[in-house]
């Protein structure tokens, strides 16, 4: 009883802190709802053009498809607001927004976007507007970047325009959950441990020599209910169980009780679905190598997940979640987070819906665009000094 006390207070004091963290970035203002704070609600009830520039069609398969070939979605589907969207570069000189995928663009496509930005193509009040989901150190920067865009837009809560993985939404307690709700969820998880990849980069030398060790140190248990299992292409790992993994979900993570969420980079905020649908979806516990420990606490809910940082070694780590593992009331700890926050998908990934085009007419509609910031260096915003190698 005095743990449940303990824990509500807590927990009320950091939903506070989320939310204003959530709600704090100067142009995707979130309230709790995961909508456009409006200081004033838009009377224009023109809608503005966004141009997807060159990339935009290789970008349906995860933001609109869906990675489903048998259907479309409206990205606007849930979305507070709505903008008409083409891919046609001739209507630039129309379009109030043009969205750059750094991720696709080469040096020749980023010569000739500089060439476009010193025509008369490009008008005052147009916002070019930069987006990448992927961490620094996979980011190419050319050097004609230089103050041409006007937006970012990215996964960390300092963009312009936020689009991370996924949030952490504050909710009303409701006290018709119980434990036992949380109980029907995780007491049919008979396996500890397992991660999913097939991206064995040495970028990250850290994850995989990690990973190595604890498969290491647990296989010497002979503990066959005490084991780490790799799916995909790294460590022979198990490459049949679940192929094409980022496209389709993957059902056998339900069985286990922890996941090793080990991000490709460790960098400032970057969270992907590792943690929001590969482990909190399927009722586990993240383990968390990648962003900070002040990054996880100020945008995860409190007590959700174990930062590898905590422990000095990895078998301090292997004892803390065997020990864990057999005693199911301190496990169910990490679970009791579900009464007061929901966490949202917005990846695009496995069949969730993204928000990145919603997020960015949002952005559009609801701010003053005759005061256009200029990035005179985005390598300054996208700096690889954020990221521990």
């Given at each position: 009883?005095?743990?449940?006390?303990?824990?509500?207070?807590?927990?009320?004091?950091?939903?506070?802190?989320?939310?204003?963290i959530?709600?704090?970035?100067?142009?995707n203002?979130?309230?709790?709802?995961?909508?456009?704070?409006?200081?004033?609600?838009?009377?224009?009830?023109?809608?503005?053009?966004?141009?997807?520039?060159?990339?935009?069609?290789?970008?349906?398969?995860?933001?609109?498809?869906?990675f489903?070939?048998?259907?479309?979605?409206?990205?606007?589907d849930?979305?507070?607001v709505?903008?008409?969207?083409?891919?046609?570069?001739?209507?630039?000189?129309?379009?109030?927004?043009v969205?750059?995928?750094?991720?696709?663009?080469?040096r020749?496509?980023?010569i000739?976007?500089?060439?476009?930005?010193?025509?008369?193509?490009?008008?005052?009040k147009?916002?070019?507007?930069?987006?990448?989901?992927?961490?620094?150190?996979?980011t190419?920067?050319?050097?004609?970047?230089?103050?041409l865009?006007?937006?970012?837009?990215?996964?960390r809560?300092?963009?312009?325009?936020?689009?991370?993985?996924?949030?952490?939404?504050?909710?009303?307690?409701?006290?018709?959950?119980?434990?036992?709700?949380?109980?029907?969820?995780?007491?049919?998880?008979?396996?500890?441990?397992a991660?999913?990849?097939?991206?064995?980069?040495?970028?990250?030398?850290?994850?995989?020599l990690?990973v190595?060790?604890?498969?290491?140190?647990?296989s010497?248990?002979n503990?066959?209910?005490?084991?780490?299992?790799?799916?995909?292409?790294c460590?022979?790992?198990?490459?049949?169980?679940?192929p094409g993994?980022?496209?389709?979900?993957?059902?056998?993570?339900?069985?286990?009780?922890?996941?090793?969420?080990?991000?490709n980079?460790?960098?400032?905020?970057?969270?992907?679905?590792?943690?929001?649908?590969?482990?909190?979806d399927?009722?586990s516990?993240?383990?968390?190598?990648?962003p900070?420990?002040?990054?996880?606490?100020?945008?995860?809910p409190?007590?959700?997940?174990?930062?590898?940082?905590?422990?000095?070694?990895?078998?301090?780590?292997?004892?803390?979640?065997?020990?864990?593992?057999?005693?199911?009331?301190?496990?169910?700890?990490?679970?009791?987070?579900?009464?007061?926050y929901?966490?949202?998908?917005?990846?695009?990934?496995?069949?969730?819906?993204?928000?990145h085009?919603?997020?960015?007419?949002?952005a559009?509609?609801?701010?003053?665009?005759?005061?256009?910031?200029?990035?005179?260096?985005?390598?300054?915003?996208?700096?690889?000094?954020?990221?521990v190698?």
């Amino acid at each position: 009883m005095y743990f449940q006390i303990l824990f509500i207070v807590i927990y009320y004091h950091r939903q506070e802190k989320i939310y204003n963290i959530n709600k704090k970035n100067s142009v995707n203002k979130i309230n709790q709802n995961n909508l456009i704070i409006y200081k004033k609600k838009p009377s224009n009830t023109n809608k503005p053009l966004i141009l997807i520039w060159k990339y935009g069609k290789s970008l349906e398969n995860r933001h609109i498809n869906r990675f489903d070939n048998l259907k479309r979605y409206s990205p606007f589907d849930n979305c507070s607001v709505e903008c008409d969207m083409t891919y046609d570069s001739s209507r630039i000189e129309q379009s109030d927004a043009v969205l750059f995928h750094l991720h696709k663009m080469t040096r020749l496509d980023a010569i000739e976007v500089s060439f476009l930005s010193k025509t008369k193509r490009r008008n005052n009040k147009q916002l070019w507007v930069f987006l990448t989901d992927e961490s620094p150190l996979h980011t190419k920067i050319w050097p004609e970047y230089k103050n041409l865009f006007n937006w970012s837009m990215t996964y960390r809560s300092n963009s312009d325009v936020p689009v991370p993985y996924g949030r952490t939404i504050p909710k009303k307690y409701n006290p018709s959950m119980t434990n036992k709700s949380i109980s029907k969820n995780i007491n049919n998880k008979k396996k500890l441990v397992a991660i999913m990849g097939s991206n064995c980069s040495t970028k990250n030398s850290k994850r995989w020599l990690y990973v190595r060790n604890i498969l290491n140190i647990l296989s010497k248990l002979n503990d066959t209910n005490n084991q780490l299992n790799i799916i995909g292409n790294c460590l022979n790992g198990n490459k049949k169980l679940c192929p094409g993994h980022f496209k389709k979900d993957c059902k056998y993570l339900n069985d286990y009780k922890f996941y090793l969420s080990f991000e490709n980079s460790n960098c400032d905020e970057y969270l992907t679905e590792k943690i929001y649908w590969n482990a909190y979806d399927k009722y586990s516990v993240p383990i968390i190598m990648g962003p900070t420990k002040e990054n996880c606490r100020n945008l995860l809910p409190p007590y959700s997940y174990i930062h590898v940082n905590d422990f000095n070694t990895e078998n301090d780590l292997i004892n803390y979640i065997i020990y864990l593992n057999n005693n199911y009331d301190k496990y169910i700890e990490y679970h009791l987070w579900r009464y007061y926050y929901d966490v949202v998908n917005e990846h695009g990934y496995f069949g969730s819906s993204s928000k990145h085009y919603c997020h960015l007419c949002q952005a559009i509609i609801s701010n003053d665009k005759t005061k256009t910031k200029v990035y005179n260096n985005i390598e300054e915003f996208l700096n690889k000094n954020q990221c521990v190698y």
